[in-house]
């Protein structure tokens, strides 16, 4: 069962994927967003196998974006706090069941408080910085004990464990933990453990000092005007949950090692990588540090991130050995995650062309109403029923030809071949879900109104 899993998954990422349909999916969502820039890399059977960058890192004088140069990744950074706290934990210097006390006494609830609620966004402590902006005050320095004074000594949003409410607090405190644990700086930590074993030789901490003159520019924009330099937050305040700055191949390498699981220990992954569920049961689609979901039935660990004049995305598809990253200087958008979710879909994409043809034509007739029994299962004979062709004439008819009618998914259910597709028309668009019996007669042809 594991070979011929492995021969299918070698088998789809086998499928040709020109780098310039890549190209042409960046360039178009990069300038209906307004941003600058954005740096991309996809793994495809755990390799580098696309990195490239579009626009301009700098406007004024014009400087152009290169695979060479760092972008923040904001709360991407999370997941690397949390794997820190991982190896403390292999050690054997802490469990993540641990309560917050044993280091930090003073915080409110600190004996109810566990390191697992603080990686997974579970222990009501208050989120110091929700905005998408530089308020004034952060553009002063801070000390990650007096963010911890501001929002970690107040009252707790919630009793721990019973909601999930994103946090950067609680990686402060995380980071703090780290730090008291490893007995030095969490980068120090970071670089001895993971950044230099991985070779993530252009890793740079922000939360020091901005980003280079050979690096990409910070933007904003107000409303839909012009991108303008954002404003660089104060030193501190980026401590543990969103301080690092890197290449996309340089967070590509880190997505290759959560692939292959070369950094933690097997219990670690599955620790980091499980979704946390509250006290009541319910599931907050969150690990440690990092979103987990499932998207047309691959397993997906993603997380975005945001700090002043950048946005990034990255994603992970650990069993298909896939990812893809997106960075962007520019904040308060979601090009980068619109980038992202976009280049996956082309990864994953698989278009038989003998279907889509079939389909289109049984489309084109259903537009009159008429249809060739001999395609269709008794069970879909059944559902074209009088009625039934009635509606799609008279529905579909008027529509006229569609100007897009592409294959978006393929999988298999329930003994049969399922594919969907996109059917768009200027005004309306439709999508199709058809199920394929292994003698090739159609047992669904099922249209339904997306938009």
């Avoid at 464990?161 to 644990?181: F, H, L, P, R």
């Avoid at 008794?378 to 030809?401: E, H, I, R, T, V």
């Amino acid at each position: 069962m594991r070979r011929m899993r492995k021969l299918f998954v070698l088998l789809l990422l086998a499928l040709p994927l020109a780098a310039q349909d890549f190209d042409k999916t960046v360039t178009d969502l990069l300038a209906k967003s307004g941003a600058p820039s954005a740096s991309v890399a996809i793994v495809r059977d755990g390799r580098i196998v696309y990195e490239r960058a579009f626009g301009n890192a700098r406007l004024d004088p014009a400087m152009a974006a290169t695979p060479q140069m760092r972008y923040s990744i904001g709360s991407i950074s999370k997941q690397f706090t949390a794997a820190a706290i991982l190896l403390l934990a292999e050690e054997g210097k802490l469990a993540l069941d641990d309560k917050v006390v044993r280091w930090l006494p003073e915080l409110t609830r600190a004996k109810d408080v566990t390191i697992r609620q603080l990686l997974s966004m579970t222990s009501g402590y208050q989120d110091f910085w929700p905005q998408d902006y530089v308020m004034p005050m952060m553009m002063k320095p801070v000390t990650p004990q007096e963010i911890l004074t501001g929002w970690a000594k107040i009252p707790l949003d919630f009793e721990p464990g019973t909601k999930w409410q994103y946090s950067n607090t609680n990686y402060v405190i995380a980071g703090m933990i780290a730090e008291k644990v490893a007995g030095m700086p969490l980068l120090d930590f970071l670089r001895a453990r993971v950044f230099t074993p991985l070779k993530m030789t252009t890793v740079t901490n922000t939360d020091e000092a901005p980003l280079g003159d050979g690096d990409p520019m910070r933007y904003l924009r107000y409303a839909a005007g012009p991108p303008r330099v954002a404003p660089k937050e104060g030193r501190g305040w980026m401590f543990a949950a969103g301080e690092l700055a890197m290449t996309a191949h340089d967070l590509a390498l880190w997505d290759i090692s959560v692939i292959d699981q070369s950094v933690l220990q097997p219990a670690s992954y599955r620790a980091l990588e499980t979704e946390t569920l509250l006290n009541s049961g319910v599931g907050t689609h969150y690990g440690l540090g990092v979103n987990v979901a499932t998207t047309d039935g691959r397993r997906v660990i993603s997380h975005g991130g945001e700090v002043s004049g950048f946005t990034a995305n990255n994603q992970i598809f650990p069993d298909e050995r896939a990812a893809v990253i997106a960075l962007v200087n520019l904040d308060a958008t979601n090009a980068s995650e619109q980038i992202a979710t976009a280049l996956a879909k082309q990864i994953f994409a698989t278009t038989d062309a003998n279907a889509l043809a079939l389909v289109q034509k049984i489309f084109e007739s259903l537009q009159k109403g008429q249809i060739d029994r001999a395609l269709f299962t008794s069970n879909a004979n059944s559902y074209f029923n009088d009625q039934a062709l009635k509606d799609f004439a008279s529905s579909l008819g008027p529509l006229g030809k569609p100007k897009e009618f592409a294959q978006i998914a393929q999988s298999l259910r329930g003994g049969m071949t399922l594919r969907r597709y996109r059917i768009v028309f200027p005004n309306r668009s439709l999508r199709l879900t058809t199920f394929t019996m292994p003698d090739g007669k159609i047992e669904q042809y099922q249209i339904a109104v997306v938009d």
